[in-house]
């Protein structure tokens, strides 16, 4: 058989992805604040585009300018009134008064307590908020107070940065010792030192040493025993298995049952109190407002510059004949970049409001009720709505947050799964979390709710799940079981 070359032509179709495309891709998934740092960096790589210079403000009408001036005219019937303290009646100003330094003090911040400063010459919010102390800055400045040579104090302070945000050791004093080129002795003696510090508990290794440290204060009479159930029967304790313990430790049940309030008032987390990260705080890209029967929808869009294309290259982009056609064509990609790029902003802008619309449509209930009567959506059901793609429903509703009469949610949060129920209508899985939530919240707390009694009290509201499905979504919500809710006391 002949091995030959030979030239065809095949006619086929296939979908090419434009990089014009790909940049109305990647801005239909940015979440607000990039988008505005990405329109923030084309100002500044793009001298086509520009930011939209503001609305002047309307001109006043001569009628009511003229009303106006009439109103501002000093009331002359009055100058003939003597001024107190004026031995000529006359109300003088006094020579070579420097009146715009004055107001300008007047009207500075701090004044005797006047401030007349605009909102726009304010300090960002950022700049006023108290910054809160970590737990490393509190056990520094405790260390600095502490009798300890400065070699030792720079060995704590090596010591409390491997200290993490829960307060616990993150490292054995071997491995210390070895990373600092110290002995195990030191690092043990400065350890020691800072287990002394508030909040007690803190650079423990594990739980039991932790809960150790705070009997040395909290245990009062019931010390020995607190230390001995720590030690050795830590797992019974939190099975809540007091006749067991009761009969392991030879003690009556109601002793047991005061040590284990004791025990459940330490603070098995340390650090929890100086909270780790700042709270970053949600700007929602949607506003839903009630008018009347219906809601509005209005996208935020404050703070978020209105591109232009600048007249000045446009112009001479047109007045370009005979010039330079390296700078022409430089002029010519950046105009067509720069009015895609504002193209792209105007779809982004209009497939999220066609999202969000839709998504209010179908969740009319929600706004009026809240999460009980929340319906179950996927995606599909919105992009056959407005005839997209469910990736761009997807892409639409990452990192968005939507602003509501029942608060602020994020957009996927609205699409979830359906639960069927005995009535033939499904509920959404957020609509049966909240059920199970009320249901453990108004429980008694003595005789708490099995998965088992939960799925017969959520059949009574024609809800039908499976014992595994509630334990599951119990686990979900962070509950713990009913075996581990009870309480005796």
Not at 162 to 185: C, R, S, W
Not at 454 to 464: A, M, P, Q, R, T
Request: proline share 4%; aromatic share 6%.
């Amino acid at each position: 058989m002949a091995i030959e070359l030979k030239q065809s032509l095949r006619l086929s179709q296939q979908l090419v992805i434009t990089p014009q495309l790909q940049q109305a891709i990647k801005l239909l998934q940015l979440s607000r604040l990039e988008l505005v740092d990405l329109i923030q960096t084309e100002l500044t790589e793009n001298p086509i585009l520009e930011e939209a210079a503001q609305i002047e403000d309307e001109e006043v009408p001569k009628e009511m300018a003229a009303e106006i001036e009439a109103e501002a005219a000093p009331d002359k019937s009055h100058e003939a009134q003597p001024e107190v303290g004026n031995a000529d009646g006359e109300l003088k100003e006094p020579k070579d008064f420097d009146w715009e330094n004055y107001i300008g003090t007047y009207n500075a911040p701090g004044a005797e307590g006047r401030s007349f400063v605009s909102a726009d010459e304010m300090p960002t919010y950022e700049n006023v908020v108290t910054k809160s102390q970590t737990l490393q800055d509190h056990l520094e400045w405790q260390l600095r107070l502490s009798a300890m040579s400065q070699e030792e104090e720079e060995l704590g302070r090596l010591i409390i940065g491997e200290i993490d945000d829960n307060g616990y050791l993150t490292l054995a004093p071997e491995d210390i010792a070895q990373k600092y080129e110290k002995t195990v002795d030191e690092i043990s003696d400065v350890i020691e030192l800072i287990q002394s510090f508030d909040p007690l508990g803190v650079c423990a290794r594990d739980l039991t040493e932790c809960l150790l440290i705070q009997n040395k204060h909290f245990g009062g009479e019931h010390k020995d025993l607190i230390k001995q159930i720590i030690l050795e029967h830590l797992s019974l304790l939190e099975r809540r298995d007091y006749l067991t313990l009761s009969k392991k430790l030879k003690v009556p049940v109601k002793r047991i049952m005061t040590v284990a309030r004791i025990i459940s008032e330490m603070e098995p987390k340390p650090g929890r109190p100086f909270g780790g990260e700042q709270t970053q705080y949600v700007t929602p890209d949607v506003y839903v407002y009630k008018m009347g029967d219906d809601y509005a929808i209005v996208l935020n869009e404050e703070g978020l510059p209105r591109l232009q294309v600048s007249n000045f290259y446009r112009n001479m982009l047109a007045k370009a004949n005979g010039h330079d056609d390296k700078a022409k064509g430089y002029v010519q990609d950046k105009l067509k970049s720069a009015l895609w790029l504002i193209k792209s902003i105007h779809q982004r802008q209009r497939t999220l409001y066609r999202v969000a619309k839709c998504i209010v449509a179908f969740q009319k209930d929600f706004l009026e009720k809240g999460i009980s009567v929340l319906k179950p959506m996927i995606l599909r059901d919105v992009a056959e709505e407005i005839g997209v793609h469910e990736s761009t429903v997807s892409r639409a509703t990452t990192s968005k947050y939507i602003h509501t009469p029942q608060g602020i949610f994020e957009l996927k949060f609205f699409f979830n799964s359906g639960v069927s129920g005995s009535t033939g209508n499904d509920v959404a899985s957020e609509s049966v979390k909240e059920k199970i939530r009320n249901l453990i919240s108004s429980e008694n707390a003595k005789k708490p709710y099995s998965d088992k009694e939960i799925v017969d009290l959520l059949k009574e509201s024609h809800i039908d799940i499976a014992r595994r499905t509630v334990a599951k979504y119990r686990e979900m919500m962070g509950v713990l079981p009913s075996s581990k809710r009870k309480r005796f006391y």
